[in-house]
């Protein structure tokens, strides 16, 4: 088995859901390959990350008082067509009002909240594990000229990669990570004692946007999209800090096209 087929596999087997043969195949790959290896252990993560209790929406009451009110108005209409129609019809009926109301409340309210929500919160994560873990870097050099073949083969597109040891913020190496179910890359930078997680992956369009700054459990992200690719920065720096770094990735992006 090699890494692709392992990669396309991983979901699956973190799921349960791969039969046997294959579950032993991909068993003895991700002994033998670090960077599968780190896959799974990422996804793994994130699902158990996604089990936990600070993900589940708690809905408004004013959305319980709607669903209570559909499916009053279900029943008394339910009551009205019981001799009318045969009853598995009702049932689908009421279950379909109850569909609707879900539909117009809950979902949008998901995918506004949600999307970025869930990535800020993956980015915290993988910045912590990568500290915490001993595994800042699978390649690590200060040279963007390694840096950067060293992703030759491993993601579908090729990062931007430049050192910044001239305005104080050395490229320490990189990493595969797994973000938004993909394989990014992860810079490593350093300022003075700390580090700069700095994840780029392909953007779904040409779009630019500005940098945005965030705060969460006393760790700044910055994320931007520039060039067709997503940044994400992420560090225990302060803001001022941070976005200095941000500005140099970004200049640098800018003079490349
Ligand atoms: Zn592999």
Known sequence: MNCEDAKNLIHAYADGELELLKSLELDQHLKSCSVCAQIFSNHHA??????????????????????HSALRKADKSERKLRNAIPWSWLNTGAALALVAVLAWTVVPLLSTRSVDDMVEKEIVANHVRSLLANHLTDVASSDQHTVKPWFNGKLDFSPPVEDFAQQGFP????????LENKTVAALVYRYRKHYINLFIWPADDEAVTAAKVLSRQGYHIIHWTQSGMRFWAVSELNKDELQEFVRLVQRSSNNRM
């Open 46 to 67: 994130l699902c158990s990350a996604l089990k936990g209790e600070s993900l589940y929406l708690k809905p408004h009451r004013d959305l319980q008082s709607r669903i």
């Open 171 to 178: 490229l320490t190496g990189a990493r595969l990570d797994y």
